[in-house]
């Protein structure tokens, strides 16, 4: 007669001061980090005593982005350019980083868009790449790395619930991301691990600006003035609710809507 084998329940998810000030001393890594969102989140990171690791793809940007933040006192912020999407390149830099912490994903944009008549099987897997399997080999490569009350945030969209024509494959895709928060939050749960995805509306950032063909602040200022609060989200109020996320430990499986209203209207 054999003897049932038991398995010991893990620990509880520790309790941390669920405000960013609780982030200090924590190592946090941004992947699409040199511009927009990503970058005001590590700023704000940073300003809150967070080590931050920036990820891009172009390391001029990069660069730049991290010299930015390093004017400002505070910990130490290294930049590693590479693919969001390249789950081998992001498990080097992760060994090379040390501990980690938190990490956002904010890469990824709105490629495949099109009438439905017009879309190609082509363009629809490189969509679905881009963002499904950008977000999966994220949570892939940084999951093992990540300690017991360690989070993962990822981005969508409100054209999710509020969809416009020629969006389809796009929409998708960024639907598909919201759909693996859940799965994801529960899968890693045993590990005390968090997932989460903030829902954007328009914000105000370098890849807003060209997808609408803005091109002055004048421009941005007109166009944000027929939404409800009378203009676009700053990349630093999108950041916030990262962070938000990344602090407060018991938040988990969530989409967070920022939109200002947006989706109201």
């Known amino acids: 007669m054999t003897t049932p084998t038991t398995t010991a329940t893990p620990a509880p998810i520790p309790v941390r001061v669920p405000m960013p000030a609780g982030l200090r001393g924590s190592t946090a890594v941004i992947v699409g980090g040199s511009s927009g969102i990503g970058l005001a989140a590590a700023a704000l990171l940073h300003a809150v005593g967070a080590r931050v690791v920036l990820i891009g793809r172009d390391p001029a940007r990069l660069s730049r982005a991290a010299d930015r933040i390093r004017a400002e006192e505070g910990p130490e912020v290294l930049a590693a350019p590479a693919d969001g999407g390249d789950e081998h390149a992001l498990a080097r830099i992760l060994e090379q980083a040390g501990s980690v912490d938190h990490v956002l994903v904010t890469a990824g944009g709105l490629a495949g868009a099109g009438p439905i008549g017009a879309l190609t099987p082509e363009a ?35 054209y999710t619930v509020k969809p416009i024509p020629g969006m389809a494959a796009p929409l998708a895709a960024i639907g598909a991301v919201e759909t693996l928060t859940g799965a994801l939050a529960v899968e ?18 370098p890849l807003m600006r060209g997808a609408a063909g803005l091109r002055t602040d004048q421009a941005v200022a007109e166009a944000g003035a027929g939404m409800l609060l009378g203009r676009f989200a700053t990349p630093e109020e999108a950041a916030a609710t990262a962070v938000f996320l990344m602090a407060n430990s018991y938040l988990n499986g969530q989409i967070i809507t920022v939109d200002g209203g947006q989706s109201l209207v």
């Open 124 to 158: 629809v897997r490189a969509t679905l790449d881009a963002r499904v399997w950008g977000a999966l080999a994220a949570v892939r490569a940084v999951a093992p790395h990540l300690p017991a009350g360690g989070s993962i945030t990822l981005t969508s969209g409100i």
């Open 188 to 205: 890693l749960a045993p590990r005390r691990l968090r997932v989460n995805t903030v829902r954007y509306g328009s914000v105000d950032t």
